[in-house]
């Protein structure tokens, strides 16, 4: 299976800061089709995870613009430029090419 | 209004079955992939299985395989999964979820409880 290893585990953020999550994978998420297949997912306490990002980089429709994703292969980032309280929750990475599909472990991202 | 509403957890106990439901509605369901994924108490998430458009092709988690059927009624725009011979790693909130284009997860039901004990 694929693995999904998110860094840090958890991080504390000023509101107005920046912050950024790792996510790296075991194998290349690329496609044949020059797509790839990674994901980001919050999940805020009490509720169902939502997704932000999808291939890598593109925002999911209503998602705000300070979050961004960056990446190829192996290797991926989620940045929020100015973390606001809404933010607070748990940050998952994804793959969707090799099943089965799996998560990262979770970034939980609390407020100072 | 563009939802899905899980329904079927319950308590049981270890070695019995239970079977989850998802009603889906505000979209086209007979179009979409669906999903189910699953939480443990405290835990992250796991993909469980998926299901295409007509039924043909199912996926699971070799966890749950042989002991997991997902199938769905296009008719009855419902989603389901057959969950037996249950073990207590099993307990978890079962999410019902839409694949949207390319295989993102765009909708996600609240959840329902199966929680596997004695």
């Known amino acids: 299976d694929v693995v999904m290893t998110q860094t840090p585990l958890s991080l504390s953020v000023t509101p107005g800061q920046p912050a950024s999550i790792s996510c790296k994978s075991s194998?290349?998420?690329?496609?044949?089709?020059?797509?790839?297949?990674l994901y980001w997912y919050l999940q805020k306490p009490g509720q169902s995870p939502q997704l932000l990002i999808y291939?890598?980089?593109s925002r999911f429709s209503g998602v705000p613009d300070r979050f961004s994703g960056s990446g190829s292969g192996t290797d991926f980032t989620l940045t929020i430029s100015r973390v606001e309280a809404e933010d607070v929750g748990v940050y998952y990475c994804?793959?969707?090419?090799?099943?089965?599909?799996?998560f990262g472990q979770g970034t939980n991202v609390e407020i100072k | 209004e563009v939802q899905l509403v899980e329904s079927g957890g319950a308590l049981v106990q270890p070695g019995g079955s239970l079977r989850l439901s998802c009603a889906a509605s505000?979209?086209?369901?007979?179009?979409?992939?669906m999903s189910w994924v699953r939480q443990a108490p405290g835990k992250g998430l796991e993909w469980v299985a998926n299901?295409?458009?007509?039924?043909?092709?199912?996926y699971y988690v070799d966890s749950v395989k042989g002991r997991f059927t997902i199938s769905r009624d296009n008719a009855k725009n419902s989603l389901f999964m057959e969950m037996n011979s249950l073990r207590a790693e099993d307990t978890a909130v079962y999410y019902c979820?839409?694949?949207?284009?390319?295989?993102?997860?765009?909708?996600w039901g609240r959840g329902t409880t199966a929680t596997v004990s004695s």
């Open positions: 994804m793959q969707g090419i090799h099943l089965p599909w799996t």
């Open positions: 194998q290349s998420l690329l496609h044949s089709d020059g797509k790839t297949f």
């Open positions: 291939e890598v980089s």
């Open positions: 505000g979209f086209t369901f007979s179009t979409c992939w």
């Open positions: 299901i295409n458009t007509d039924g043909s092709q199912k």
């Open positions: 979820v839409r694949l949207g284009y390319r295989g993102y997860m765009g909708l």
